[in-house]
């Protein structure tokens, strides 16, 4: 019992300091970087959630957890965002970095009314992402797989609108 408490405590931490480090990479570092392929257990049942499921799609891949204040903030605009632009080709995916159950995880995204698929991330995709330094992480892909806009930090409503419209062509 005490090993996977100090395995999870471990994991935990690193995946913060993997979290933090996204953030110091300058902007050129994503600039027309091509979307990792993933492959991670979905909150929601035992699916996984494929990048490849994705293709020709624009997506909005957000890095949150359940304990983040900002993140907290950023989820409702997510949710109309998702909610207004998925009959146009778009869709948001949360990954979720938190070391909680994915029980846990799952019982926010409900309480929340998450309406978007919602994965549990590992430190090799948020190393493929160039690691994750802090959240809420955006990172806005077009059709052909591109990062086109990375996010550090809370993002509002209106610029994810502005810059989803511009790549799907409203």
Not at 39 to 54: D, F, G, H, K
Not at 72 to 90: A, V
Not at 105 to 120: C, E, H, L, R, S
Request: hydrophobic share 40%.
């Amino acid at each position: 019992m005490q090993k996977t408490h100090v395995l999870k405590s471990l994991v935990s931490r690193s995946l913060l300091l993997l979290a933090a480090s996204l953030f110091l990479h300058p902007a050129s570092v994503w600039a027309n970087k091509i979307l990792p392929e993933f492959q991670l257990q979905s909150v929601s049942n035992t699916e996984l959630i494929q990048s490849q499921s994705y293709r020709g799609k624009v997506m909005l891949v957000n890095f949150w957890a359940t304990w983040c204040p900002p993140c907290r903030k950023e989820i409702p605009s997510l949710i109309e965002i998702q909610k207004n632009y998925k009959d146009q080709g778009f869709t948001v995916i949360g990954i979720s970095v938190d070391q909680s159950e994915v029980e846990v995880i799952k019982k926010f995204t409900d309480k929340m009314g998450i309406n978007y698929p919602v994965a549990v991330g590992t430190m090799e995709v948020a190393k493929e992402f160039g690691s994750t330094s802090g959240i809420p992480a955006s990172f806005l892909i077009d059709r052909k797989g591109t990062i086109n806009k990375r996010y550090a930090g809370y993002v509002t409503k209106e610029q994810l609108k502005k810059d989803i419209e511009e790549i799907i062509g409203l």
